[in-house]
């Protein structure tokens, strides 16, 4: 197991920024992979953005374009560059890492709240 804990939610502006961090236990060099899901009320969690551990990214078509993710060896920290944010993205936002690709750890969520 991993321990994950997300900071940098909040409340922004529509077409605003935020950048979410999430500081892991462990090395993130041995995550199978690691990553931003959300779940708004209401919805189902669903995923945003994943990066393998060969660093190819992965996201949801709705963030495309808008949102990055990247990670931090040194400070074993997985990030999302939320840029151009909309009122639908509103959510709460969950890191997670696998050890394997059935092996799950998640944090305790951020909340994220854009206004129009």
């Known amino acids: 197991q991993v321990q994950l804990v997300e900071s940098g939610g909040g409340l922004v502006q529509a077409g605003g920024s935020l950048r979410l961090s999430c500081a892991a236990s462990r090395s993130i060099f041995s995550f199978y992979s690691a990553g931003w899901y959300r779940q708004a009320p209401g919805k189902q969690r669903e995923l945003v953005a994943t990066m393998a551990g060969s660093g190819r990214t992965n996201y949801a078509d709705s963030v495309q374009g808008r949102f990055t993710i990247s990670r931090d060896g040194v400070k074993n920290t997985v990030i999302l560059q939320m840029d151009s944010l909309k009122p639908e993205d509103t959510a709460v936002y969950y890191c997670?890492?696998?050890?394997?690709?059935?092996?799950?750890?998640w944090g305790q969520g951020t909340q994220v709240t854009v206004s129009s």
């Open positions: 997670n890492a696998k050890m394997t690709p059935i092996q799950n750890s």
